[in-house]
């Protein structure tokens, strides 16, 4: 079972919400943006895990190669 998105810095809740209908589990979408915007010297998939108390970037690199999206959808994705 999916869990709803946690509360994390406002403007990335409110960015992710967008993509809702897009990434079906937002976990490792929201650990992603928060690990984008932190002030990690060297953004690694390791390091963003760390970041966001997963036990390795293992996670996040099956999510980038495996989740299910479709680019188009995401390229065609309307702002407004």
């Known amino acids: 079972m999916?869990?709803?998105p946690i509360a994390t810095?406002?403007?990335i809740d409110e960015y992710c919400l967008?993509?809702?209908s897009v990434f079906s589990d937002v976990r490792f979408y929201e650990?992603?943006?928060l690990g984008i915007v932190s002030p990690l010297p060297r953004k690694t998939l390791p390091e963003i895990a760390k970041l966001n108390g997963l036990k390795n970037g293992?996670?996040?690199h099956h999510f980038?190669?495996?989740a299910v999206w479709n680019?188009?959808?995401v390229e065609q994705f309307d702002y407004t």
Do not use: G
């Open 2 to 4: 999916l869990r709803p």
């Open 9 to 11: 810095v406002s403007f």
């Open 18 to 20: 967008l993509y809702r």
């Open 31 to 33: 650990c992603l943006h």
């Open 58 to 60: 293992q996670s996040l």
């Open 64 to 66: 980038l190669r495996d």
């Open 71 to 73: 680019v188009a959808q």
